[in-house]
């Protein structure tokens, strides 16, 4: 089995998704795309809070975060996938839009395509099952593809749902999620088992708090740079691997 087969049945996904949504959204009220993205809130925030949930000890992914914040900001992580949304909305979209998108009157087409493309991105590339997945998908593990086939299902379904809200930007995700996962996959064929059970749950519980966050942007109760937060997911199993090698009991 390839390392990115999982991945690669993600895109496709993800892509007839938002074909979909672009042919037929049109048909859905806005009431009612409103009520979808609302859903999609409800399921990213339980998601999240269950993942989130798998830490050992809550420190670790409290220090991932603030420290993975630190850098993300110095690294303006959002504003660059921002900007690039803004170069393939300005390149290939040519100024195009859904109509009818979930807040039509206060988001012009350039605004709607980067919204879709960036809160589809990270919708699809945050998770837990994007980084554990692809990993294990990567080490020749069947429970990555299975993780990954999971996704893929859910990520269709959310790309019919975005498409048909925020437009064409939504189907330019499959770029983000083609070169992360892609990564992740041949990372995951070169490191073998690096990763242990504790890195692993500590990891998923980093991507649960970042779920929630993506929760509270669909819910439009608040709207956090997640993509900033991205650093936390590798500085958390960083903490774990060093303090097993100085012998620190992190673990009460």
Same mark, same amino acid.
Request: glycine share 12%.
């Given at each position: 089995m390839s390392a990115v087969n999982g991945t690669l049945l993600n895109v496709f996904t993800v892509a007839l998704g938002s074909a979909l949504g672009l042919l037929f959204g !049109?048909? =859905?009220s806005e009431k009612t795309q409103a009520t979808v993205i609302a859903g999609l809130g409800l399921a990213? =925030?339980?998601? /999240?809070?269950? !993942?989130a949930g798998k830490t050992g000890n809550l420190i670790i992914p409290l220090l991932s975060i603030v420290f993975g914040a630190l850098v993300g900001e110095w =690294?303006?992580?959002? /504003?660059? &996938? !921002?900007r690039f949304g803004a170069w393939l909305q300005s390149k290939y979209a040519g100024g195009g839009g859904a109509e009818g998108a979930l807040i039509p009157s206060a988001l012009d087409a350039r605004e709607?395509?980067? &919204?879709?493309?960036v809160t589809a991105s990270l919708l699809f590339c945050v998770g837990p099952l994007t980084f554990l997945g692809a990993m294990l998908d990567g080490m020749g593990n069947p429970e990555g593809f299975t993780m990954l086939a999971l996704k893929s299902v859910l990520d269709g379904f959310a790309a019919l749902a975005f498409a048909s809200t925020f437009g064409v930007g939504v189907a330019f995700s499959i770029i983000t999620i083609l070169l992360l996962q892609g990564s992740l996959a041949l990372a995951g064929s070169l490191l073998g088992q690096f990763l242990t059970t504790p890195m692993i749950n500590e990891t998923t519980a980093v991507g649960g708090l970042m779920m929630m966050g993506i929760g509270l942007i669909l819910l439009d109760i608040k709207k956090p740079r997640i993509a900033n937060f991205l650093p936390g997911l590798v500085i958390a199993p960083l903490i774990v691997a060093l303090a097993a090698a100085v012998g620190v009991n992190i673990y009460p």
């Open positions: !049109n048909r =859905l990213a =925030l339980f998601a /999240g809070i269950d !993942n =690294l303006d992580i959002d /504003g660059a &996938l !921002n709607r395509f980067i &919204l879709g493309y």
